[in-house]
Protein backbone atom coordinates (compact mmCIF):
# COMPACT_ATOMS: atom_id res chain seq x y z
CA UNK A 1 0.00 0.00 0.00
CA UNK A 2 1.48 2.94 -1.29
CA UNK A 3 0.08 6.37 -0.29
CA UNK A 4 3.24 8.92 -2.22
CA UNK A 5 1.77 12.37 -2.46
CA UNK A 6 -1.06 11.48 -0.68
CA UNK A 7 -2.64 13.95 2.00
CA UNK A 8 -4.49 12.10 4.83
CA UNK A 9 -6.29 13.91 7.87
CA UNK A 10 -6.47 11.98 11.02
CA UNK A 11 -8.70 12.66 13.74
CA UNK A 12 -7.98 12.09 17.26
CA UNK A 13 -4.65 11.07 16.21
CA UNK A 14 -2.85 12.90 19.57
CA UNK A 15 -3.29 9.30 21.00
CA UNK A 16 -4.22 5.86 21.12
CA UNK A 17 -5.57 4.50 17.48
CA UNK A 18 -5.71 7.77 15.99
CA UNK A 19 -1.78 8.20 16.12
CA UNK A 20 -1.63 4.19 15.39
CA UNK A 21 -3.63 5.34 12.20
CA UNK A 22 -1.28 8.65 11.32
CA UNK A 23 1.80 6.40 11.54
CA UNK A 24 0.52 3.63 9.13
CA UNK A 25 -0.12 6.28 6.70
CA UNK A 26 3.08 7.92 7.17
CA UNK A 27 5.56 4.95 6.94
CA UNK A 28 3.36 4.72 3.24
CA UNK A 29 4.90 7.88 2.21
CA UNK A 30 1.49 10.12 2.88
CA UNK A 31 1.77 13.70 4.52
CA UNK A 32 -0.52 13.54 7.79
CA UNK A 33 -2.41 15.90 8.87
CA UNK A 34 -2.73 14.86 12.76
CA UNK A 35 -5.69 16.73 14.78
CA UNK A 36 -6.76 17.17 18.26
CA UNK A 37 -8.87 18.74 20.25
CA UNK A 38 -6.96 19.41 23.79
CA UNK A 39 -3.56 18.40 24.80
CA UNK A 40 -1.18 19.73 21.40
CA UNK A 41 1.60 18.43 23.39
CA UNK A 42 0.41 14.55 22.63
CA UNK A 43 0.10 15.53 19.14
CA UNK A 44 3.27 17.12 18.69
CA UNK A 45 4.34 13.95 20.41
CA UNK A 46 2.44 12.10 17.44
CA UNK A 47 3.78 14.51 14.93
CA UNK A 48 7.84 13.59 16.26
CA UNK A 49 6.98 9.89 15.55
CA UNK A 50 5.75 9.86 11.76
CA UNK A 51 8.41 9.17 9.02
CA UNK A 52 8.59 11.23 6.36
CA UNK A 53 6.38 14.46 5.76
CA UNK A 54 6.64 17.54 6.21
CA UNK A 55 3.19 16.84 8.35
CA UNK A 56 1.27 19.13 10.44
CA UNK A 57 -0.92 19.41 13.62
CA UNK A 58 -4.63 20.98 13.52
CA UNK A 59 -6.85 21.94 16.24
CA UNK A 60 -10.83 21.22 16.67
CA UNK A 61 -13.21 20.13 18.86
CA UNK A 62 -14.93 18.04 16.49
CA UNK A 63 -18.65 18.71 17.97
CA UNK A 64 -18.35 21.97 16.71
CA UNK A 65 -19.62 22.46 13.02
CA UNK A 66 -17.75 25.97 11.95
CA UNK A 67 -14.47 24.61 14.10
CA UNK A 68 -14.80 21.33 11.90
CA UNK A 69 -14.54 23.35 8.31
CA UNK A 70 -11.72 25.33 9.58
CA UNK A 71 -9.26 22.16 10.50
CA UNK A 72 -10.55 20.63 7.05
CA UNK A 73 -9.81 23.91 5.28
CA UNK A 74 -6.59 24.27 6.94
CA UNK A 75 -5.36 21.13 6.12
CA UNK A 76 -6.09 21.82 2.57
CA UNK A 77 -4.34 25.04 2.64
CA UNK A 78 -1.08 23.42 4.13
CA UNK A 79 -1.29 20.45 2.28
CA UNK A 80 -3.01 21.66 -1.10
CA UNK A 81 -5.34 18.70 -0.81
CA UNK A 82 -6.94 16.14 1.19
CA UNK A 83 -6.96 12.77 -0.27
CA UNK A 84 -8.22 10.58 2.83
CA UNK A 85 -10.00 11.74 5.62
CA UNK A 86 -10.34 8.90 8.74
CA UNK A 87 -12.64 9.76 11.14
CA UNK A 88 -11.45 8.15 14.04
CA UNK A 89 -11.95 10.97 17.23
CA UNK A 90 -14.81 9.34 19.30
CA UNK A 91 -15.62 9.56 23.00
CA UNK A 92 -17.66 6.82 25.25
CA UNK A 93 -19.46 8.37 27.91
CA UNK A 94 -21.68 5.93 30.49
CA UNK A 95 -24.81 6.34 30.51
CA UNK A 96 -26.38 3.46 32.27
CA UNK A 97 -30.27 3.22 31.54
CA UNK A 98 -30.88 1.50 35.15
CA UNK A 99 -28.79 3.97 37.33
CA UNK A 100 -28.12 7.34 35.47
CA UNK A 101 -30.03 10.61 36.58
CA UNK A 102 -32.48 11.55 33.35
CA UNK A 103 -29.95 14.96 32.93
CA UNK A 104 -27.03 12.47 32.94
CA UNK A 105 -28.68 10.51 30.34
CA UNK A 106 -29.67 13.04 28.28
CA UNK A 107 -25.89 14.89 28.25
CA UNK A 108 -24.78 11.62 27.33
CA UNK A 109 -26.92 11.29 24.37
CA UNK A 110 -26.27 15.08 23.43
CA UNK A 111 -22.31 14.64 23.64
CA UNK A 112 -21.97 11.67 22.26
CA UNK A 113 -24.31 11.77 19.16
CA UNK A 114 -22.36 15.42 18.86
CA UNK A 115 -18.85 14.17 18.58
CA UNK A 116 -18.99 10.53 16.83
CA UNK A 117 -21.93 10.73 14.80
CA UNK A 118 -22.63 14.03 14.00
CA UNK A 119 -18.89 15.36 14.09
CA UNK A 120 -17.86 12.34 11.44
CA UNK A 121 -20.67 13.85 8.93
CA UNK A 122 -19.62 17.21 9.29
CA UNK A 123 -16.13 16.20 8.85
CA UNK A 124 -16.68 14.10 5.70
CA UNK A 125 -18.97 16.67 4.25
CA UNK A 126 -16.30 19.53 4.00
CA UNK A 127 -13.35 16.56 3.14
CA UNK A 128 -15.71 15.77 0.29
CA UNK A 129 -16.25 19.23 -1.05
CA UNK A 130 -12.68 19.56 -1.84
CA UNK A 131 -12.63 16.21 -2.95
CA UNK A 132 -15.09 16.59 -5.79
CA UNK A 133 -13.04 19.32 -6.90
CA UNK A 134 -9.59 16.92 -6.97
CA UNK A 135 -11.37 14.27 -8.97
CA UNK A 136 -11.82 11.86 -6.03
CA UNK A 137 -10.95 10.48 -2.45
CA UNK A 138 -10.80 8.02 0.41
CA UNK A 139 -13.14 8.48 3.67
CA UNK A 140 -12.70 6.12 6.30
CA UNK A 141 -14.49 5.77 9.92
CA UNK A 142 -13.86 4.30 12.73
CA UNK A 143 -16.55 2.62 13.93
CA UNK A 144 -16.90 0.34 16.85
CA UNK A 145 -18.17 -3.67 17.42
CA UNK A 146 -20.92 -2.20 19.86
CA UNK A 147 -22.35 -1.00 17.13
CA UNK A 148 -23.87 -4.96 16.65
CA UNK A 149 -23.14 -6.20 19.66
CA UNK A 150 -25.03 -3.27 21.84
CA UNK A 151 -23.37 -1.22 24.46
CA UNK A 152 -25.59 -1.46 27.48
CA UNK A 153 -23.10 1.20 29.97
CA UNK A 154 -23.54 3.68 26.96
CA UNK A 155 -26.55 3.17 24.74
CA UNK A 156 -25.77 6.64 22.89
CA UNK A 157 -22.14 5.03 22.07
CA UNK A 158 -23.53 2.24 20.56
CA UNK A 159 -26.03 3.69 18.62
CA UNK A 160 -23.28 6.33 16.77
CA UNK A 161 -21.12 3.78 15.38
CA UNK A 162 -24.32 2.49 14.18
CA UNK A 163 -25.42 5.93 12.70
CA UNK A 164 -21.59 5.99 11.63
CA UNK A 165 -22.17 2.58 9.92
CA UNK A 166 -24.97 3.51 7.94
CA UNK A 167 -24.05 7.12 6.89
CA UNK A 168 -20.88 5.06 5.71
CA UNK A 169 -23.09 3.09 3.81
CA UNK A 170 -25.06 5.93 1.83
CA UNK A 171 -21.95 7.76 1.91
CA UNK A 172 -20.35 4.99 -0.48
CA UNK A 173 -23.81 5.47 -2.41
CA UNK A 174 -23.90 8.79 -3.06
CA UNK A 175 -19.87 9.12 -3.36
CA UNK A 176 -18.35 6.95 -5.57
CA UNK A 177 -19.69 8.28 -8.73
CA UNK A 178 -17.52 10.77 -8.01
CA UNK A 179 -14.34 8.64 -7.65
CA UNK A 180 -14.76 9.29 -3.55
CA UNK A 181 -15.23 5.90 -1.56
CA UNK A 182 -16.17 5.27 1.89
CA UNK A 183 -15.16 2.41 4.01
CA UNK A 184 -15.32 1.35 8.14
CA UNK A 185 -13.91 -0.14 10.30
CA UNK A 186 -15.54 -1.86 12.96
CA UNK A 187 -13.14 -3.24 16.18
CA UNK A 188 -13.70 -4.92 19.04
CA UNK A 189 -11.50 -4.13 22.47
CA UNK A 190 -7.88 -2.86 21.22
CA UNK A 191 -5.34 -1.90 23.67
CA UNK A 192 -5.62 1.78 24.07
CA UNK A 193 -5.10 4.29 27.18
CA UNK A 194 -9.21 4.89 26.84
CA UNK A 195 -10.03 1.39 27.96
CA UNK A 196 -6.96 0.17 29.61
CA UNK A 197 -8.95 0.55 33.57
CA UNK A 198 -10.89 -2.48 31.96
CA UNK A 199 -8.63 -4.32 30.73
CA UNK A 200 -6.31 -4.16 33.38
CA UNK A 201 -9.01 -4.56 36.24
CA UNK A 202 -10.77 -7.77 37.01
CA UNK A 203 -12.94 -8.10 33.85
CA UNK A 204 -10.04 -7.94 31.68
CA UNK A 205 -9.24 -11.79 31.38
CA UNK A 206 -12.77 -11.94 30.29
CA UNK A 207 -12.73 -9.72 27.69
CA UNK A 208 -9.68 -11.00 26.35
CA UNK A 209 -11.19 -14.12 26.19
CA UNK A 210 -14.30 -13.24 24.05
CA UNK A 211 -11.67 -13.85 21.45
CA UNK A 212 -10.27 -17.53 20.44
CA UNK A 213 -6.79 -15.48 19.88
CA UNK A 214 -7.25 -14.79 23.59
CA UNK A 215 -6.51 -11.32 23.43
CA UNK A 216 -7.50 -7.90 21.98
CA UNK A 217 -6.52 -5.68 19.25
CA UNK A 218 -3.68 -4.07 18.50
CA UNK A 219 -4.11 -0.43 17.56
CA UNK A 220 -1.82 -1.20 14.73
CA UNK A 221 -4.00 -3.89 13.67
CA UNK A 222 -7.11 -1.39 13.73
CA UNK A 223 -4.53 1.07 11.49
CA UNK A 224 -3.65 -2.00 8.90
CA UNK A 225 -7.54 -1.89 8.09
CA UNK A 226 -8.04 1.31 7.76
CA UNK A 227 -5.21 1.68 5.07
CA UNK A 228 -6.37 -1.34 3.12
CA UNK A 229 -10.01 0.79 2.93
CA UNK A 230 -7.80 3.69 1.45
CA UNK A 231 -5.31 2.28 -0.62
CA UNK A 232 -5.57 2.09 -4.35
CA UNK A 233 -7.25 -1.05 -5.28
CA UNK A 234 -9.58 -1.30 -2.66
CA UNK A 235 -12.45 0.86 -4.47
CA UNK A 236 -14.85 -1.64 -4.97
CA UNK A 237 -15.10 -2.50 -1.18
CA UNK A 238 -16.49 0.94 -0.88
CA UNK A 239 -19.43 0.66 1.20
CA UNK A 240 -17.53 -2.39 3.58
CA UNK A 241 -17.66 -2.86 7.13
CA UNK A 242 -14.15 -4.63 8.75
CA UNK A 243 -14.81 -5.70 11.45
CA UNK A 244 -11.08 -6.12 13.69
CA UNK A 245 -12.42 -7.93 16.91
CA UNK A 246 -10.40 -11.45 16.76
CA UNK A 247 -13.97 -13.30 15.75
CA UNK A 248 -14.98 -12.14 19.49
CA UNK A 249 -18.35 -11.32 17.27
CA UNK A 250 -19.17 -12.44 14.26
CA UNK A 251 -22.85 -10.95 12.73
CA UNK A 252 -24.41 -12.61 9.87
P1 LIG B 1 -8.87 7.76 22.61
O1 LIG B 1 -9.71 8.37 23.65
O2 LIG B 1 -7.47 7.40 22.94
O3 LIG B 1 -8.86 8.64 21.30
C1 LIG B 1 -9.98 9.33 20.88
C2 LIG B 1 -9.51 10.67 20.37
O4 LIG B 1 -10.65 11.42 19.99
C3 LIG B 1 -8.76 11.46 21.44
O5 LIG B 1 -7.57 11.95 20.89
C4 LIG B 1 -9.72 12.60 21.76
O6 LIG B 1 -9.07 13.80 22.10
C5 LIG B 1 -10.47 12.73 20.45
N1 LIG B 1 -11.75 13.41 20.66
C6 LIG B 1 -12.74 13.05 21.49
N2 LIG B 1 -13.72 13.98 21.46
C7 LIG B 1 -13.33 14.93 20.58
C8 LIG B 1 -13.90 16.15 20.12
N3 LIG B 1 -15.09 16.59 20.56
N4 LIG B 1 -13.20 16.87 19.22
C9 LIG B 1 -12.01 16.44 18.76
N5 LIG B 1 -11.42 15.31 19.17
C10 LIG B 1 -12.07 14.57 20.07
O7 LIG B 1 -9.67 6.46 22.11
P2 LIG B 1 -9.24 5.24 21.19
O8 LIG B 1 -9.42 4.04 22.02
O9 LIG B 1 -7.96 5.48 20.49
O10 LIG B 1 -10.46 5.29 20.15
C11 LIG B 1 -10.35 5.84 18.85
C12 LIG B 1 -11.61 5.47 18.08
O11 LIG B 1 -11.76 4.06 18.05
C13 LIG B 1 -12.90 6.03 18.72
O12 LIG B 1 -13.78 6.47 17.70
C14 LIG B 1 -13.47 4.82 19.43
O13 LIG B 1 -14.87 4.89 19.56
C15 LIG B 1 -13.04 3.70 18.51
N6 LIG B 1 -12.96 2.38 19.18
C16 LIG B 1 -12.09 2.17 20.19
C17 LIG B 1 -12.06 0.91 20.80
C18 LIG B 1 -11.11 0.58 21.92
O14 LIG B 1 -11.25 -0.48 22.54
N7 LIG B 1 -10.13 1.41 22.24
C19 LIG B 1 -12.94 -0.09 20.38
C20 LIG B 1 -13.83 0.19 19.34
C21 LIG B 1 -13.83 1.42 18.74
Redesign the pocket.
Known amino acids: MDFNDRAVLV ?8 RAIARQFAARGARVAV ?5 RAAAEETLAALSGGPHLVVQ ?4 DADAVERMVDAVVDDLGRIDVLVN ?5 EAHPPATASYAAWQAGWRRTIE ?2 LI ?1 AANAAYCAARHMLRLGGGRIVN ?5 AFRGEPDAPAYGAS ?1 AGMNAMSQSLALALAPHGIFVGTVA ?4 T ?4 AYRLDGPEGEGIRRQSPLGR ?1 AT ?1 DEVAYAVAFLASEGAEFTTGTIIDVNGASYLRS
Do not use: L, M, Q
Not at 60 to 63: G, I, K, L, R, S
Not at 187 to 190: D, H, I, Y
Open positions: TGASRGIGHYREGADVANAGIYTNGVSSRGKPGFVTDRVVP
